[in-house]
């Protein structure tokens, strides 16, 4: 089984330029996440996908993060304007159905500078 | 003060020996608990899971849940080399992978 997959790897941009990040999930894992880590801290749920439908977007900071899951299967992760404390690991995961575990790819880590 | 507390360490432990890592929460609703292992530059892999209080056993990891206390433990007995890794306890009150609390991870290392 082919696990989560994520790209880039890493990426560096300077302060108010804008990113993305994109995931592949595991194939027929119904719901996606994205994540946020930051440096010596556990990850941050920031939105929740249930196939193309968004579950939970509560800790999104909305006015400069979006993220969309088009068809139910890849999905998107967008930050514009970047501010500096955007630095972190981004992580995706995906699970099959909500109450099983969680998967999770190995990130892109980003830095704002 | 957070709802998941960890101690971040490093922890730093001969080969061999009985590691003991702990979480304590404030959330009384936290029902199913979690251990991910995450190696450096790699994403969380889920170690161990259980429901509501007691011991779970897989190997060499021991996971304990006391809901009494609020307060959870994993431990690696003849600890190797291959677990140095960042141990991040997660815990939710709903089954499965949604609405996760993640404590900050305790950084550990084994000496050979």
């Known amino acids: 089984e082919a696990g989560v997959a994520q790209s880039p790897r890493y990426k560096i941009i300077e302060k108010r330029q804008s990113v993305a990040f994109w995931c592949n999930p595991i194939s027929g894992h119904a719901t996606l996440y994205w994540y946020q880590q930051i440096l010596g801290q556990g990850p941050k749920l920031l939105i929740q996908?249930?196939?193309?439908?968004?579950?939970?977007d509560s800790q999104l900071p909305k006015d400069r993060f979006s993220a969309e899951r088009l068809k139910g299967v890849d999905s998107t992760l967008k930050i514009q304007p970047a501010k500096l404390e955007d630095s972190a690991v981004y992580l995706c995961a995906s699970s099959l159905v909500p109450d099983s575990p969680l998967h999770f790819g190995n990130g892109t880590r980003l830095t704002v500078t | 003060q957070k709802e998941v507390e960890q101690d971040p360490g490093p922890l730093s432990v001969p080969e061999g020996a009985i590691v003991s890592l702990n979480c304590t929460y404030s959330n009384s609703a936290f029902q199913y608990f979690m251990w991910y292992r995450q190696y450096s530059r790699k994403g969380p892999e889920l170690l161990m899971y259980?429901?509501?209080?007691g011991n779970k056993e897989d190997g060499r990891f021991t996971a304990q849940v006391d809901k009494s206390s609020k307060y959870i433990s994993l431990f690696i007995r003849d600890s190797q080399p291959s677990d140095s890794a960042t141990y991040l306890c997660?815990?939710?009150?709903?089954?499965?992978?949604?609405?996760?609390?993640f404590g900050q991870g305790t950084r550990l290392t084994i000496n050979p």
């Open positions: 997660a815990m939710s009150r709903i089954q499965g992978a949604q609405k996760l609390v």
């Open positions: 259980t429901y509501s209080s």
């Open positions: 996908f249930q196939n193309n439908g968004v579950v939970d």
